[in-house]
C-alpha cells in the first residue's frame, strides 16, 4: 500500500503526478498525460458533498484558444469535442476512487445518457467539470464508481452526463 494522503483539491503538478502513477502509487489509478489530461487542476473533492451526498470531485479546464483540438475540430469553426468533455468527467470519477483508496487501474465502464445544451468554442476561457457521486464500492479485485457529471460555463451547465461509470481493476 502507498502513503497516499487524501486533500481536497489537487494543483496541476500534482495532477501530473497522478498521471505519472505517483499519486496513489504503482499499478493505482492514473490520470492520462496531456494532451489528453482534459483538466488543469482539481478544485474539490470530498466524500459527502454533492447531489447525492455521497461525495463530488470538481475541476477546471482554462480555455485556450491554442489547444491541440481546436485546430482539428473542425477546421475553420473550432469546437471542443463532447467526446473530451465526457472523457474528463470519467477521468475524475476514476480519480475518485484512486482518491478514496481503492487499489487497481482504472477504465471508463459506460454512461446512460448524455445532454450538449452548448457548444465549447476558444472563446469560452474557463470550464468547470463536477461529478456527484452516486455510489462507490470495492469488492475483491476491482472497484466501482456511479456518479452524474456536469459541464458548467459561467454557472450554467452545457454537458449533463447522467450514470457515469468508472471500475478499477486488479491485474
Known sequence: MNSFTPQS???YDEIIECGKGNLFGPGNAQLPAPPMLM??????????GGLHGKGEIIAELDI??????FECHFLGDPVMPG???LDALWQMLGFYLGWLGYPGKG???GVGEIKFVEEIKPDKQL?????????SMSKKGFSIGYGDGQIIHQDKIIYHANDLKVGLFNE
Open 9 to 11: 483539491n489537487y494543483s
Open 39 to 48: 483538466f488543469d487542476r482539481i478544485t474539490q473533492v470530498n466524500k459527502e
Open 64 to 69: 485556450k484558444p491554442n489547444l491541440w483540438f
Open 83 to 85: 467526446c473530451l468533455g
Open 107 to 109: 477504465r471508463a465502464l
Open 127 to 135: 470550464i468547470q467539470y463536477k461529478v456527484n457521486i452516486k455510489k
